[in-house]
């Protein structure tokens, strides 16, 4: 298990941009493994947003954010970041950072809740029309 916190969360309109952070407690629980987010909209599920491999070599998107949302990670800081950009409405949602579960996990699209081990507490975004 490891610390994360998520921070950057906020109202912002349509067509915004947000930068969430995530910043884990120490590095070796950081740097060696995927990091993702997700996220949860009320009445719906948990939905993979954004992955990235533990040496930042490799990211994956869900197809809703591809082209607005980037993922990276900074070794140095602990951290890792969300950018996101032309913010919509359907955005809007509690985000939550993850590890992933095994270090030097692979990454892929679809990744999945089981993929991840350690989990922040959430930031909500809210995007007006």
């Known amino acids: 298990q490891v610390q994360l916190v998520e921070s950057g969360g906020g109202l912002v309109q349509a067509g915004g941009s947000l930068r969430l952070s995530c910043a884990a407690a120490?590095?070796?629980?950081?740097?060696?493994?995927?990091m993702g987010w997700f996220r949860q909209a009320p009445g719906k599920e948990s939905e993979f947003v954004a992955a990235?491999?533990?040496?930042?070599?490799?990211?994956y998107y869900a197809d809703s954010v591809k082209g607005r949302f980037t993922i990276v990670r900074d070794t140095a800081k602990n951290t890792m970041y969300l950018q996101m950009n032309s913010l919509k409405p359907e955005d809007t949602a509690v985000y939550y950072c993850?590890?992933?579960?095994?270090?030097?996990?692979?990454?892929?699209?679809?990744?999945?809740?089981?993929?991840?081990?350690?989990w922040g507490q959430g930031t909500q975004v809210t995007i007006s029309s």
């Open positions: 993850a590890r992933s579960r095994y270090a030097y996990a692979s990454v892929r699209a679809g990744q999945e809740l089981g993929d991840f081990g350690s």
């Open positions: 990235i491999k533990w040496n930042g070599g490799q990211t």
């Open positions: 120490s590095g070796r629980t950081f740097s060696d493994y995927a």
